[in-house]
Each structure stands twice: as C-alpha cells, then as structure tokens.
C-alpha cells in the first residue's frame, strides 16, 4: 500500500514562509514527476509545481519567484519552500507523486490527503 503524507501546512501571516514536505511510503521501485497543487475554497484544483527526476521544474505564474520545489529522489520525497506568502495562496495543498511499484511496467499517480495553508493576519 502506497501512502502519500504532507506536513509543513499551517497559519502564517502575509509575507511569511511555509516548507511543505511530502513523503511517499510503501514497496516503491521508482519515481517518476512529483508535485504540489493546491484548492481554494469554491475553486477548482490548480498545478502549483512540478519536477521531473532530474530536477527541471515548473511553476504556475502566480507563485513564480516565490515558491520553491525539489525533491530528494532515493526518499521518495518533495518540498515546498513558499516565502512572501500571500492571502491568496490561502488552499489545501495536495503532492502528487508517479510512482512505479515492483513488478510494473508503468506508473501510476499518487495524491496525498492534503495540508491547509492560511495566510492572515
């Protein structure tokens, strides 16, 4: 059984910095891209970085500059830095992780339970 678990999530005020941490457990035989999304209230879910394996990344334009991905490969895990953090960036953020499993030929996709960020003041 593959499990993705978050932590890091939190109250902060504006302008401050979260780091979101995402780790997969289980019989894993190899990762694939990892990633955060996240959901606002009445919104529907939104990329908010991506990284492959050798470390290229995405980011959405709104957290661009602010937010920081990466990922420590042989832990099956990936990291959220966000500094100068914003009442918008207010959500539920998810990781997302494609992992392969021993014995498969393909990867699936794995989603964590997710992790509340409130920015306020």
């Known amino acids: 059984q593959v499990q993705l678990v978050e932590s890091g999530g939190g109250l902060v005020q504006p302008g401050g910095s979260l780091r979101l941490s995402c780790a997969a457990s289980?019989?894993?035989?190899?990762?694939?891209?990892m990633g955060w999304y996240r959901q606002a209230p009445g919104k529907e879910r939104e990329l908010v970085a991506l990284i492959t394996t050798g470390g290229s990344a995405n980011y959405a334009d709104s957290v661009k500059d602010r937010f920081t991905i990466s990922r420590a490969n042989a832990k099956n895990m990936v990291y959220l830095q966000m500094n100068s953090l914003k009442p918008e960036d207010t959500a539920v953020y998810y990781c997302?992780?494609?992992?392969?499993?021993?014995?498969?030929?393909?990867?699936?996709?794995?989603w964590g339970q997710g992790t509340q960020v409130t920015v306020s003041s």
């Open positions: 997302r992780a494609d992992l392969r499993l021993p014995g498969s030929t393909y990867y699936t996709r794995y």
């Open positions: 289980g019989s894993i035989f190899s990762n694939d891209n």
